[in-house]
């Protein structure tokens, strides 16, 4: 891009000043996303009758709409944190990201052994 624009003149080239805003566009698309999914599985509980939802498929569902809960959690933390940080720093806010495995790790736990207790 140099060669077309010159030396530090190509629109291509991310500056420091460009890292908050990527991070809260990736945080912001990261939250719509699982946002959606939340909202469909709570669409599919409103519809259990019609769908003949068995009671272990509606702790399924709902088990599935707090994992979204949890992920949506992270990503507001991370904007957060981008939001906070100072600019040179910013990009530390994708460490956030790294919360998903021990969070998902707890949780799982903790609900397949309710899931157990409960449908045995």
């Known amino acids: 891009s140099g060669q077309i624009y010159g030396d530090d003149q190509s629109p291509l080239i991310m500056r420091v000043g460009d890292i908050p805003k990527l991070m809260i566009i990736y945080?912001?698309?990261y939250i719509c996303i699982y946002f959606l999914f939340s909202l469909m599985y709570a669409h599919a509980l409103r519809k259990k009758q019609e769908l003949k939802l068995i009671d272990s498929e509606i702790f399924d569902t709902r088990t599935k709409?707090?994992?979204n809960a949890i992920?949506?959690?992270?990503?507001?933390?991370?904007?957060?944190?981008?939001?906070l940080l100072?600019?040179?720093k910013a990009g530390l806010a994708g460490f956030a990201y790294f919360?998903?495995?021990p969070s998902f790790s707890f949780y799982f736990s903790f609900r397949n052994k309710l899931k157990r207790k409960l449908f045995a």
């Open 27 to 29: 945080g912001a698309g």
């Open 65 to 67: 709409i707090y994992k």
């Open 71 to 83: 992920l949506i959690s992270i990503g507001l933390l991370s904007v957060i944190i981008t939001l």
């Open 86 to 88: 100072k600019l040179e």
């Open 99 to 101: 919360l998903i495995g």
